[in-house]
């Protein structure tokens, strides 16, 4: 059975598990505000699969580069912030797409009203000269 990523499913015991950790570290990462895992009416902790990975995330950052909780704190901070700026940068890029094909239909839209009528070239002033009375 699937469920949705961030829909809380896991106790803590399973969670705990699947992120490889002890259930008390899972208890003081959601003190310290870096978990936030749904409650059930009962108020027990439901970790969800989103939670499971960002758990996973924080033993990376723990363990594999040495970061401390304050640390932690800030990269995943960071990451989430670059998260949002690559969404908005994603949005832009499609807004600006759609502005594009907008502007060229619009151009082609004005090039197909022209007239066209030949209209033989004389250089600048050459009207004018033609209609002077001749002064010979």
Known sequence: MQFPEDQGV??????A???GMHPQTLRIYEER?????A???KQTRLYSQRDVERLKRIQELTTDFGLNLAGVERVL???EMMAAMQQRIERLARRAEQIEREMLARV???????RREL?????P???LLRELPDER
């Open 10 to 15: 896991f106790m803590i015991s399973v969670a």
């Open 17 to 19: 598990r699947l992120a």
């Open 33 to 37: 505000g870096l978990i936030k895992p």
């Open 39 to 41: 409650r059930s009416p």
């Open 77 to 79: 901070a960071l990451e």
């Open 108 to 114: 082609d839209e004005v090039h197909r009203s022209y």
């Open 119 to 123: 209209v033989p070239w004389q250089p």
């Open 125 to 127: 002033g050459a009207a």
